[in-house]
């Protein structure tokens, strides 16, 4: 990270884009204004094969599709950089790290509490590695019905407010969050302040659906995973052929970068999960793709 500049925030430098892209910021201030949403269909037969090998005489602490997912959207903001960017104050800014979070329910029941986890992975990591803070995070998170502390504990302080006193924090706090000045104990550790915030559809047994974005934070990027099933695809070759695929959904800030920048961004990460040796790779190693 170099030297803070002037017009630079806590949580990313700002950075000059193209006119069109600059007067959007003003044009469409809400993120929820400026939605885009993509969907595919991602063939997960090969990663399912590299699975087994990693899982091999594991009987507990598994890496699952979902683990594989964080480390390639991780990846895939290293090699896409405009992926890593937010609007806030009708001004463009590129993050100082890439952050994934992701919301876990700490019981299978309807009763249970939800519980927000946060990820910056470093880049020297692997899916080894992230797979071993995924598991260590939601482990230690379960060991409670309820909140223990971090942006959990703070959720229930707000909720325990008065209305009218939470409605003026509230709005107090917005106008910080517009200007980039809220303080780290309210930033840190909030979904709503990560590259992307992935919903993990697929372990509830749901499709991959669309998730709007929230105009609250600098989150510019919201990923659904859905359920893992067999489907005819139509290979490179012209035959059609059953294969183990997921659905994938994602909302994305469209001032951010233009369509072409986010398809090519849904490619990549297609190529990773056909491709699952990647995962091998740090982070900061590139995946070598050669973009058609």
Sequence with gaps: MGKKRRGDRRDGKRVQAPGLQTVMTALFPKRTDSEVYLNDKI???ELLKYLEKKNEGRTEGKMTIFHCAITGLARMV???PLMNRFIQGYRIYERNEISLSF???RRFADSSEETLMFLVPEETDT???ISRKII???QEARKSEHATGGIDELLDKFAAMPRLVMA???RVIRIMDFWGVNPKFLTDGDPNYSTILVSNLGSIKCPAVYHH????GTNSIMVTIGTLHKEEVLMQDGHKEVRDVVDVGATLDERIADGFYFARSLKLIRYIFENPELLDLPLNQPSGFEYQ
């Design 127 to 129: 899916v080894n590695e």
């Design 213 to 216: 974005l929230n105009n609250y």
């Design 136 to 138: 260590g995070d939601v």
């Design 43 to 45: 063939d997960a037969t």
């Design 168 to 170: 003026g924090a509230i």
């Design 78 to 80: 290293r090699e896409r």
């Design 103 to 105: 919301v876990a329910k």
